[in-house]
T-cell receptor, first 112, second 111 residues
Framework: QKEVEQNSGPLSVPEGAIASLNCTYS??????FFWYRQYSGKSPELIMS????GDKEDGRFTAQLNKASQYVSLLIRDSQPSDSATYLC????????????FGSGTKLNVKP | SQTIHQWPATLVQPVGSPLSLECTVE??????LYWYRQAAGRGLQLLFY??????ISSEVPQNLSASRPQDRQFILSSKKLLLSDSGFYLC??????????FGDGTRLSIL
C-alpha cells in the first residue's frame, strides 16, 4: 500500500499567521494530490487539488507540489480560528480506479 | 448537483451482530464508489472500491464485505461484528479520476 506521511502535530499558529502543512508520499506513479479539511466528528471536505509541479492558489490556500521530491504542501495565509481542524493529505493510485491513500493528518490549532 | 447520502449517522451494535450500512449518490451516473474506515485519531483506510454495478474490490482483508446492487448504491456489511470493527465509516464517490467527495459518515460503536 502506498505510504503518505504527515506530521501529526498539533501545529499551533496565532491568528493572522501563515500555517504550513507538509506531506510526503512514497509512490512516483501518483499523479493527483489533494488536501482535505476535517473538523472534529465530521467527514473530510475537499479544499485543494493539485496535479502538476508548482504552486496553485485558491483564496487563502496555496498548494505546492514537487514530484521529484515526492512532496506536497499546503499554506494557509491569514489563518483564522475557524481553520482549526485536521488537514489530510491524499494521493491517488494513478490507475483507473482512482483509489486515494491518506496520511494520518496534521491537527492545526489557530489561536485567537 | 451531486449529493451523497449515508445512514445511519450513529450505530451501537453488540459483538457478533450483523451490520448493514448504506450509501447512495444522486445527480451522477456510473460513479466510482468507496468505503473507508477511520479509527480514532487516525487517517482514512480504504476498505472497498467499485467502478461499476457488481464490481467490488477489497483493499485489505477483514471481517467486512461490500456490494453494489445498483449504479448509485453501495452497501457495507458484516455477518458478525468484532470489537475491532468500531470506527467512523465513510462512503465517497468520484467521477472518473476527479476528487473524491464524502458522505457524512456513520459512527459505529461495538459493545
Amino acid at each position: 500500500q502506498k505510504e503518505v506521511e504527515q506530521n501529526s502535530g498539533p501545529l499551533s499558529v496565532p491568528e493572522g499567521a501563515i500555517a504550513s502543512l507538509n506531506c510526503t508520499y512514497s509512490d512516483r506513479v501518483s499523479q493527483s494530490f489533494f488536501w482535505y479539511r476535517q473538523y472534529s466528528g465530521k467527514s473530510p471536505e475537499l479544499i485543494m487539488s493539485i496535479y502538476s509541479n508548482g504552486d496553485k492558489e485558491d483564496g487563502r490556500f496555496t498548494a505546492q507540489l514537487n514530484k521529484a521530491s515526492q512532496y506536497v504542501s499546503l499554506l494557509i495565509r491569514d489563518s483564522q480560528p475557524s481553520d482549526s481542524a485536521t488537514y489530510l493529505c491524499a494521493v491517488n493510485s494513478g490507475d483507473n480506479f482512482n483509489k486515494f491513500y491518506f496520511g494520518s493528518g496534521t491537527k492545526l490549532n489557530v489561536k485567537p | 448537483s451531486q449529493t451523497i447520502h449515508q445512514w445511519p449517522a450513529t450505530l451501537v451494535q453488540p459483538v457478533g451482530s450483523p451490520l448493514s450500512l448504506e450509501c447512495t449518490v444522486e445527480g451522477t451516473s456510473n460513479p466510482n464508489l468507496y468505503w473507508y474506515r477511520q479509527a480514532a485519531g487516525r487517517g482514512l483506510q480504504l476498505l472497498f472500491y467499485s467502478v461499476g454495478i457488481g464490481q467490488i474490490s477489497s483493499e485489505v482483508p477483514q471481517n467486512l464485505s461490500a456490494s453494489r446492487p445498483q449504479d448509485r448504491q453501495f452497501i457495507l456489511s458484516s455477518k458478525k461484528l468484532l470489537l475491532s470493527d468500531s470506527g467512523f465509516y465513510l462512503c465517497a464517490w468520484s467521477a472518473g479520476n476527479q476528487p473524491q467527495h464524502f458522505g457524512d459518515g456513520t459512527r459505529l460503536s461495538i459493545l
